[in-house]
């Protein structure tokens, strides 16, 4: 349960995420009484916390969870904008579905290499050539396993 400290206008607030609401200082919330939109690859709420709204970013595709507010990020402190999915990486992720005609071992590397992707994209703190190169490593590594599988199935029926 990730927790976090927020003070507004002089009052501290204890936020807490829980499944599918919000503990604001004891009480709970749904999240889906709250208003929200997608921005990327986030669902973002509007928390109403004192005289102020915070944000709570919820990560449809990976699962991860931010509260800012004001521009800032509640945990770090740090100034917080909410990383965009870069056009290109749709294509590795198409790249990675296409493991899905492998079988289940296929679609296994599917769905991680499509988590991975996102991951790798949305790293705002990597350049974008080095996002390309882990990316095209990412596939050549998953290509790498289909074909060792298939070599060593192939190997071990004759």
Request: glycine share 8%; net charge positive; with cysteine.
């Given at each position: ?95 990675h579905c296409l ?6 071992l296929g679609a ?51």
């Open positions: 349960m990730k927790a976090w400290s927020v003070v507004v206008d002089g009052r501290t607030y204890q936020i807490k995420a829980k499944s599918n609401s919000l503990i604001i200082d004891g009480e709970k919330t749904k999240l889906k009484s709250l208003m929200s939109r997608k921005d990327g690859i986030y669902k973002v709420y509007d928390v109403p916390v004192g005289s102020k709204t915070a944000q709570f970013y919820v990560n449809t595709w990976v699962g991860g969870v931010k509260l800012a507010m004001d521009g800032i990020d509640c945990a770090t402190g740090a100034p917080f904008t909410p990383p965009a999915m870069p056009k290109w990486a749709y294509v590795f992720m198409v790249i493991n899905f005609m492998n079988g289940a296994l590397l599917a769905i991680v290499g499509v988590m991975a992707t996102i991951s790798i994209s949305g790293n705002s703190n990597l350049s974008t050539l080095v996002k390309v190169l882990l990316n095209i490593g990412l596939v050549v590594v998953s290509a790498v396993v289909i074909f060792g599988i298939a070599l060593a199935l192939a190997a071990a029926l004759y």
